[in-house]
């Protein structure tokens, strides 16, 4: 395999699926696109909303540990692309 998704949601489940798609990805030369799905509710995803802090805290709490998850050392010489998306539920 030359490309593999994985999802997270930061869980622990979620960090051993990203573990074994490393192996396999440094095992292949592959490389890995590391996505987190940040669903907001409609009422902090609309910017009109006094609730916009809000919806900025959960940004930047999923952003940091997305990139603290980044710098695990079971990722050390694996190429991985990614990024926290957001979306309104």
Known sequence: MKK???PTDFSIQAENALRVAADIARE???ELFLLHQLD???HLAN???SNLP???F???LAKK???DLL???FLHDVIIHGDVETGAA
Do not use: C, R
Request: proline content about 4%.
């Open 71 to 73: 710098k695990a050392d």
């Open 4 to 6: 593999i998704i994985v």
């Open 28 to 30: 292949n030369n592959g």
């Open 47 to 49: 910017t009109a909303s």
């Open 65 to 67: 540990k997305f990139d």
């Open 40 to 42: 907001l509710p409609l």
């Open 54 to 56: 809000e919806a900025l």
């Open 58 to 60: 959960f940004m930047k």
